[in-house]
């Protein structure tokens, strides 16, 4: 839109001052001239605004068309020579240097081709010292023109490229994602894959596993009774599926006859491998219904991984999100109450009356108290999963500042493997720790506070324990449990909140978070 001010304004400059001269001079053959290129410009103006077409190549057939007319005025003319500058500026302008390079040229060619038809090589050698040196002009003030857009974008060019295009690609995200009858939940959607895989194989227990950033196979969603504790992305099959990118089956003995078949089943987004289908079935299946089969299994991959991508831009949208409230409580509230304990302290210092310093000592407390709760808050809304570091991390980080920050003695207990979860899984397992630590921080008057954290993907678990005053009655106005199980059913994880007793009495609350089924045996 630049552009084409810029490009609208020259045109307009150049003609004004030519019509200008050529009636001030009453030339009436540059008049005339003048007034086919109004014609000219009002045309090349209109492709601008209404066509697709480039800039460049509007400019390109404006200097060409111009270039004619003005040699073919020649000598009366001269009047309109000052116009060749104006195509090769807005080519500079809008493309560059070779774009200038092409309209001067073509410019030239135009000029020189016309001169010859009317007055052969006389008539081209009488007019080209009047024609050279605004040929020379137009390109000076062309290269003026790639410069000037160089510098209105020092190398931001491919980065704006880059920006608008993710604006197109959310924007079309946005209203395709309105239309999707079926959402963009990952969890619903690996429950109709493993509905659509049962129905074709008549399978006892199936299981999805995704490929997360660290390269493991993580749960996505079980199917069938002991199917966490029976399945694993581990095995001959599993790696054969995943090296050929297509079915896989092994015969299995489970005691002495009973035999079953295990199929990997490959998701294949295009070229690339998003994960695996494991399903233990009680016969062979035949090479139609496998086809079958696939078919609508690669149809689920798509909008799995369309699912998964759309996961990952929301998790950042979420985690801007956070970082802009927690400056806005920094910045806000928080230094709106901090002020206030000054207004406090200055009346403390100012009254005679004792209790009304001790009432006033009081609310300095509590203030005190809001303000160190708000500061917690903004650690919480700060804190995230690092794209280097990982789950372990980033809770043994926050642990540690609870620790610091409050009564309780904190014992951090952390295992982790060098392998990562998905990254969802990492942000929700995060979160639920934190609500479980802030419950126990705030509620449960406890003095000590164990965190035990387990990370062998796709297995982890988290325990959060205290020896405070265990659970007490839910209140209606309370949503902290509400959410950390909905965090818990996002991910496929299972959340346990109990009380714990000593000598029949109640002396703590334990939370406990587990994802990816039973610990696996620890490796020899």
């Known amino acids: 839109m630049a552009v084409g001010r810029l490009a609208l304004g020259a045109r307009i400059f150049c003609l004004a001052a030519v019509l200008g001269l050529s009636l001030a001079m009453r030339n009436v ?5 003048t007034i086919l290129l109004c014609a000219i410009a009002a045309t090349a103006t209109a492709a601008d605004l209404t066509s697709r077409l480039p800039q460049s190549w509007v400019a390109l057939t ?16 001269f009047l309109l020579l000052p116009y060749l500058a104006v195509p090769a500026f807005i080519a500079g302008v809008s493309a560059g240097i070779w774009s200038v390079i092409a309209v001067v040229a073509t410019e030239i060619a135009a000029v020189s081709s016309q001169l010859l038809i009317s007055g052969g090589f006389a008539g081209l050698s009488d007019q080209s010292r009047d024609v050279a040196p605004w040929l020379l002009t137009a390109a000076g003030v062309g290269a003026l023109g790639a410069w000037s857009r160089q510098v209105r974008y020092p190398g931001n060019v491919e980065s704006d490229a880059n920006y608008e295009s993710a604006r197109r690609l959310l924007s079309q995200l946005r209203t395709v994602a309105r239309r999707l009858s079926g959402g963009l939940d990952t969890v619903s959607m690996c429950s109709h894959l493993l509905v659509t895989v049962h129905q074709h194989l008549a399978d006892t227990h199936s299981a999805v596993f995704i490929r997360t950033e660290g390269g493991v196979l993580a749960p996505l969603g079980y199917r069938g009774l002991g199917a966490k504790e029976s399945l694993s992305p581990e095995g001959a099959v599993v790696e054969a599926c995943w090296a050929e990118m297509e079915p896989t089956h092994a015969v299995q003995t489970v005691g002495e006859a009973n035999r079953r078949h295990r199929y990997a089943l490959p998701l294949r987004a295009g070229s690339r491998m998003i994960g695996i289908v494991v399903a233990d079935c009680p016969g062979i299946v035949t090479p139609k219904a496998m086809h079958a089969l696939m078919r609508e299994i690669d149809d689920h991959a798509l909008r799995i991984d ?22 806005e409580i920094h910045d806000g509230v928080a230094q709106e109450i901090a002020s206030l304990g000054y207004v406090v302290d200055e009346l403390s210092s100012t009254t005679t009356d004792e209790a009304q310093r001790q009432r006033l000592a009081r609310l300095r407390s509590e203030i005190t108290r809001v303000v160190s709760e708000l ?40 295992d982790e493997s060098p392998t990562r979860l998905r990254s969802e899984v990492e942000t929700e397992m995060l979160r639920i720790a934190q609500e479980a630590i802030t419950n126990a921080r705030k509620h449960s008057s406890a003095r000590n506070l164990w965190v035990d954290c387990a990370i062998q993907p796709p297995y982890a678990s988290i325990v959060v ?4 005053s265990g659970l007490g009655a839910a209140r209606n106005d309370s949503y902290g449990l509400k959410i950390m199980r909905e965090r818990a059913d996002r991910i496929n994880a299972t959340l346990d909140i109990s009380g714990v007793e000593a000598n029949g009495r109640p002396a703590g609350t334990k939370v406990a978070v587990t994802v990816g089924g039973a610990q696996p045996l620890p490796a020899h």
């Not at 650690?379 to 409050?406: C, H, K, Q, T, W």
């Not at 324990?465 to 405070?468: A, E, K, L, Q, V």
């Open 62 to 77: 404006e200097a060409a068309l111009a270039s004619l007319v003005i040699a073919f005025a020649l000598p009366d003319g």
């Open 29 to 33: 053959e540059s008049l005339q001239a």
């Open 306 to 327: 369309t699912a998964l991508t759309f996961d990952e831009v929301r998790s950042l949208a979420t985690m801007e999100e956070r970082q802009r409230l927690a400056r």
């Open 375 to 414: 500061r917690l808050s903004i650690f919480d809304l700060r804190s995230e999963i690092s794209p280097s570091a990982g789950l372990g991390s980033a809770l043994s980080d926050y642990v540690r500042s609870i620790g610091a920050r409050s009564d309780m003695t904190v014992h951090l207990t952390l």
């Open 465 to 468: 324990r205290d020896d405070g």
